[in-house]
């Protein structure tokens, strides 16, 4: 019982902390300008508190200076001291960037980069993750690993836990349950001061349900996700470190399954699927879909805290337990999680399936598009009079896939000479899609308008590729125009790629068609 009076201390008044702390940390928020407006990814339809971090924060170091004066003079300098005050202090620092960006909206690579420092000396303090793993270990010359490993455990920890937070109570009660997992894992091995920190890590965050859960009065912001993943990731791998023993990530792994899983499948849904910045904001984490299935938000929320639990006590069970009963308890819990995901439509197997197909397809053609900008650049910085650069015009028309150009030249009586260029065969555009841009191509004479060229473009292998192949045409016409090249030109005929059609055209509405015939160098004072 002695052993378990710290414990029950440190818990409770952390949570008596966070009780008090929080309706002064609402009556703060807009003094500080850390308020929380509605827009159309968020839940909530009114202005809100964000600072409720503040109070998380300052409720979690009340419990641990109320044990640090009362406790025997014995426990307070037990290993592992040293690294408890380095992570003690690189969290007070994510408090202070998450603080700011919930006033200022810091850059997310600001923030990742600040995390990334943190990380970085916490794993210098001594506190990595061994690569040890339920007594197998890696070789020695593989121990530099032991760097980004924690590295990357304590940012995925961090980041995931950030974005769950996107419901009333929701980040708070996972990090609440993880974190009492946490603790009991820590001090079945003995290490006292991080099971400690982890039970004041969990009173604190249950005090600020109270006033966080739906409907919230508060939330906790940037600054308390972040501090409170960091938190929690730091003080695992302190475990594992005192332990040398890398079982203790399993466990808050498996607690934490629910976040951790659900930013996997962002990462991927907005790097695979969308194609857009990983730091983007958008509206698909596990808890968005469930209530888009009509679930409602606190049922959503008791739903993911469920299985949380669910996951929290397999991965205790594989910590604590014995092999059989660790596989048996740790694969419901595993296979309770990814249920939930799946009938939820988080996963998206296949759509992730074919659109890394479409992207693999996409770069492949993007290289021989470039490819072919780069060969058509030096080819225009060869030209030397007009029909060199309607030459290089139409081989560029081939090499991007074009099905026609046409280029209406201005002649001294007043009359249009239109140059033709087509692919032959042209299929029908019922059998073939076409999309008819226009390309102003700039001239000598600068009294009068830019010339035209009218395109149509095949985009039977997507608009997106079909833009592509516009925008390096387009660039083509800017950087090699007319007005580039030398005053002075021959007269010299060629054979361009593809059929070659002239047609006159006046501009009293009558017109007259020529038949396909070879091409004719027009008047030069009339592109000049």
Partial sequence: MDALLPHILVYFSAMFAAVILTPAAIRFAPKLGMIDEPDARKVHDQIMPRNGGIAIAIA???????????????????PPFSEILILLAMSISVLFL???????????????????MASLTLAASGARIPLTLFGISLPESCEWLNWPLTVLWILGITISVNFIDGLDGLA???VAIAAMALAVGAASHGVVLASLIALALAGSLSGFIF???????????????????????GCSVVVAADIKDASVTILTAMAMSVPLLDALLTLVRRGVLQRRSLFSAERGHIHHRLLDM????????????????VAATGGLAMFLGSALLATAVGLLAIGTVLILFNRSG????????????????????RAIYQYAFEAMQLRFANT??????????CATATKLNFARLELPLPKRDGTIRVLTWEIEPLKSEKELPILRVTFPVQHRRADQLPLVISGDVLVDKGLELAGMRITIFLRLMYEHSLRNLP??????HYKAPGRIKTTTELFNGGNESGSSIPYVQPELSSTE
């Avoid at 006033?211 to 990731?233: C, E, K, Q, T, Y």
């Avoid at 005053?487 to 010299?492: K, N, T």
């Fill in 384 to 393: 030397r009079c007009f029909s060199d650069w309607w030459q290089e015009t």
């Fill in 346 to 365: 988080s996963t998206q197997l296949r759509e992730t399936a074919r659109a890394i197909n479409r992207n693999r397809s996409y770069r492949r053609e």
């Fill in 211 to 233: 006033f966080n859960f739906n409907p919230a009065r508060i939330f906790m912001g940037d600054s308390g996700s972040m501090f409170i993943g960091f938190i929690l990731a």
């Fill in 60 to 78: 979690f170091l009340v419990a641990l200076f109320v044990h640090w004066f009362i406790s025997p003079i014995q426990i307070r300098w037990v």
């Fill in 98 to 116: 998450g603080a700011l960006d919930d006033i200022h909206n810091v850059p997310a690579k600001l923030k990742l980069v600040v995390l990334l």
């Fill in 172 to 174: 708070a009660g996972i």
């Fill in 487 to 492: 005053s002075q030109s021959d007269e010299r």
């Fill in 294 to 309: 009509g679930v409602r938000q606190r049922h959503a929320v008791f739903l993911l805290y469920s299985a949380t639990g």
